[in-house]
T-cell receptor, first 111, second 114 residues
Framework: DVKVTQSSRYLVKRTGEKVFLECVQD?????MFWYRQDPGLGLRLIYF???????EKGDIPEGYSVSREKKERFSLILESASTNQTSMYLC??????????FGPGTRLTVT | KQEVTQIPAALSVPEGENLVLNCSFT??????LQWFRQDPGKGLTSLLL?????REQTSGRLNASLDKSSGRSTLYIAASQPGDSATYLC?????????????FGTGTKLQVIP
């Protein structure tokens, strides 16, 4: 079974803090994704990566950056957390053009 | 801009009923379409993936169909059970978005009443 894990299920941070969200997959997938999910807005793509050290902006990259130093790990970084970044963050991985596999999500609260 | 729409946003049915969830999309040039289930506060679980060349996929009590020309997909759930209660999301991989990107609908929240 494909396994995608995220470093935390719940996280509370203060405004202005630098926040790291980690995602690890164990199936040697090329593609990895970070989404945020908000009520009424659905899932929105923040960034994705199709190879080590490669990244592409999604639909809402502002205020975020990413890092992919190893194939199995994709990190989302909030350089200076703000209250409007309070959300559920979901990581996914997939082989090329095939189905996506999701992690359990991280609910981030920025106070 | 590609969009994916799911109507209704919420649905409540008695246990045992057969039901259909709808997904529509704005561009027929797609690689594939995937249906997911999401339980409250959890990640997404993949249910069915339909490639652009396919018309339907089946898994147990679930059947998903795809009509690219009309920009529609349906998820049919037979003999619904309380355990089917969840939010169902469809996701489309459009050609113009590049093969890596997927666009999600906002979901249909299903409640199956015992």
């Amino acid at each position: 079974d494909v396994k995608v894990t995220q470093s935390s299920r719940y996280l509370v941070k203060r405004t202005g803090e630098k926040v790291f969200l980690e995602c690890v997959q164990d199936m040697d997938h090329e593609n990895m994704f970070w989404y945020r999910q908000d009520p009424g807005l659905g899932l929105r793509l923040i960034y994705f990566s199709y190879d080590v050290k490669m990244k592409e902006k999604g639909d809402i990259p502002e205020g975020y950056s990413v890092s992919r130093e190893k194939k199995e790990r994709f990190s989302l970084i909030l350089e200076s957390a703000s209250t409007n970044q309070t959300s559920m963050y979901l990581c996914a991985s997939s082989p090329t053009a095939l189905q996506q596999y999701f992690g359990p999500g991280t609910r981030l609260t920025v106070t | 801009k590609q969009e994916v729409t799911q109507i209704p946003a919420a649905l409540s049915v008695p246990e045992g009923e057969n039901l259909v969830l709808n997904c529509s999309f704005t561009d027929s040039a797609i690689y594939n379409l995937q249906w997911f289930r999401q339980d409250p506060g959890k990640g997404l679980t993949s249910l069915l993936l339909i490639q652009s060349s396919q018309r339907e996929q089946t898994s147990g009590r679930l059947n998903a169909s795809l009509d690219k020309s009309s920009g529609r997909s349906t998820l049919y759930i037979a003999a619904s059970q309380p355990g089917d209660s969840a939010t169902y999301l469809c996701a489309v991989r459009f050609h113009s978005g590049g093969y890596q990107k997927v666009t999600f609908g906002t979901g249909t929240k299903l409640q199956v009443i015992p």
